[in-house]
């Protein structure tokens, strides 16, 4: 968040039925933010309110308590990592709304756009080791993605969210949740604006593109690339 050897994640995910009940979870989710807090005070010197860090970290993790008080959100999670591997987990809310269950360690969140950030690393970390190049155009390792006017589009436009790719006309989310899936459907399509001309948030395309280029630049399996490249660092359990 403001230094690479700290990352804070707080995930949440929307309940449209029922709201947080447990005040003890709450009060776990509220422990993880008092160390976040404090281990980045240490980092950044000083105990002053002031820092704007610290008071993005407690506004956020204060609007996320609040929407799951409201019933707004089901659940959320909080995870505060240290390079040594040491850190602090945090939770609250339900799980499973039929059972009541609560969310506890072991309970899974859809990253959705978190992901953007793992698919971005294996891509970095391709480049790193000569696999790729930023401004290779990704057709080198997938021709058939050049179809119909993208021959020219290069690793670093797609990073960049100005492939001209942001979006496809006549798809539907579940064309995008695998990656053979969705490479049919990028194969097919067309610019939606020249490439580089402007920048359009990639919110289905990104993964999908650069996913499917590193799948065929090494020939190996996209859960894979993630065990190898991207998990194990942050020691995440990250599942594709």
């Known amino acids: 968040m403001c230094s690479s050897d700290l990352f804070v994640v707080i995930k949440a995910e929307r309940n449209g039925e029922q709201g947080f009940k447990a005040a003890a979870t709450e009060g776990r989710l509220r422990e993880g933010q008092a160390l976040a807090v404090g281990v980045l005070r240490r980092m950044v010197g000083g105990d002053g309110v002031d820092n704007p860090v610290l008071e993005a970290l407690d506004d956020g993790a204060a609007v996320v308590l609040n929407a799951i008080g409201q019933g707004i959100l089901g659940r959320a999670a909080l995870r505060l990592g240290l390079p040594d591997g040491g850190g602090s987990n945090a939770w609250a809310g339900t799980a499973d709304v039929e059972t009541g269950r609560l969310v506890d360690e072991s309970t899974l969140f859809i990253t959705f756009s978190c992901a953007k950030a793992v698919t971005a690393t294996i891509i970095h970390r391709l480049v790193e080791g000569g696999v790729l190049a930023y401004d290779e155009p990704v057709a080198t390792w997938w021709p058939s993605f050049g179809a119909h006017g993208k021959s020219h589009v ?14 496809i006309p006549g798809t539907v989310q579940a064309d995008f949740c695998t990656l053979p899936s969705a490479a049919r459907v990028i194969e097919d399509a067309s610019l939606a604006w020249p490439t580089g001309s402007t920048l359009r948030y990639h919110s289905l ?3 999908s593109i650069l996913g499917n280029l590193a799948v065929r630049a090494t020939r190996r399996p996209w859960g894979q690339l993630v065990a190898d490249l991207a998990a194990q660092d942050g020691g995440s359990d990250l599942r594709f």
Do not use: E
């Open 154 to 167: 290069t690793v670093r436009d797609v990073l960049s969210h100005r492939s001209g790719l942001d979006a």
């Open 205 to 207: 395309t990104f993964g």
